[in-house]
Nanobody, 125 residues
Framework: QVQLVESGGGSVQDGGSLRLSCAAS????????MGWFRQAPGKEREGVAA???????TYADSAKGRFTISRDNAKNMLYLEMISLKPEDTSVYYC???????????????????WGQGTQVTVSS
């Protein structure tokens, strides 16, 4: 079965950096769009970044210039490099897999069908 396991979250100071990782298994990783989403307490889940099977990337405005999404198809891994972190980045971050093979890869919850358990990122001022 599809499994997505995130790691790399933690607590950092304002301006700090973190690298999130997501280990995927149970399917042909290279054939699906992958994404990172986040959800803060009391807020809706929102898209952060997505990467297509060809490596094209899409970022939320809040992530542009600070976050970098990447994938390693040989290792079935997804990454999110985050720099210049701000307190408003504090959230649970989720790895997600696209719903269908060669499917749409927008930052849209409806385009993703599988989710990891999430990893907490806390940025203090």
């Amino acid at each position: 079965q599809v499994q997505l396991v995130e790691s790399g979250g933690g607590s950092v100071q304002d301006g700090g950096s973190l690298r999130l990782s997501c280990a995927a298994s149970g399917y042909t990783y290279s054939l699906y769009c992958m994404g990172w989403f986040r959800q803060a307490p009391g807020k809706e889940r929102e898209g952060v970044a997505a990467i297509s099977i060809g490596g094209s990337t899409t970022y939320a405005d809040s992530a542009k210039g600070r976050f970098t999404i990447s994938r390693d198809n040989a290792k079935n891994m997804l990454y999110l490099e985050m720099i210049s972190l701000k307190p408003e980045d504090t959230s649970v971050y989720y790895c997600a897999r696209g719903k269908t093979v060669y499917g749409s890869c927008r930052l849209n919850l409806a385009d993703f069908g599988y989710w990891g358990q999430g990893t907490q990122v806390t940025v203090s001022s």
